[in-house]
């Protein structure tokens, strides 16, 4: 469903981008003029986000990511605290300082679901992903949430990753092959 693109109205869209009411207050009394100029004051409300506000306090391609139907957890970052869970270290690692598995792994519940903070944070500052992907770490440091140290992939890239770095319990027995 698309939404009336002036300021503070979400509701659907008409003609000409609008609702049926601000479509026909322009083609009858042509006064949109000062509440579209007022629009492009506002910025999208995704942390680091400078973008123009589009509808629903999000730029275009934000408000384009978010489905209604189903909670994403790249809009949690909305709430600034969570990116002060981390404490960025020397080696570059940003690690989550809350709670973890038992693997390392940072884990979220958001909505009563369970996120790991890897992809959370690979969403947001990616967008979208594929479900069938894995978020993988190039810095092998599983509570770690810096966006450039993560990486998509199969779950096939991550098992030789694993062999390659010796994680593996017959890491010794297996030879890789490219």
């Keep these: 469903m698309k939404v009336c693109t002036i300021f503070n109205c979400e509701k659907e869209v008409y003609a000409k981008s609008m ?4 479509y026909e207050m322009k083609r009858k009394h042509n006064r949109t003029e000062k509440i ?10 995704i942390f680091d986000c400078d973008r123009p506000y589009y509808a629903k306090n999000y730029c275009k391609l934000h408000y384009e990511r978010v489905n209604p139907k189903q909670f994403h957890p790249h809009l949690l970052t909305r709430k600034k605290n969570f990116w002060k869970h981390f404490e ?8 989550w300082k809350g709670k973890k598995d038992t ?17 959370v944070a690979y969403q947001t500052h990616y967008g979208t992903l594929d479900e069938e992907l894995l978020v993988r770490h190039k810095c092998d440091n599983p509570s770690c949430g810096n966006p450039y140290h993560l990486e998509l992939g199969t ?20 030879k890789v092959v490219d």
């Design 19 to 22: 609702c049926k009411a601000h």
């Design 36 to 45: 579209l100029a007022l629009k492009e004051v506002f910025i999208c409300s």
């Design 88 to 95: 960025k270290k020397e080696s570059g690692c940003w690690e």
């Design 103 to 119: 693997q390392g792994y940072g884990k979220i519940v958001i909505q009563g679901k369970t996120y790991g903070v890897h992809r």
């Design 155 to 174: 779950h096939l890239d991550n098992m030789r990753d694993k062999v390659l770095r010796g994680r593996s319990k017959s890491s010794s027995k297996i």
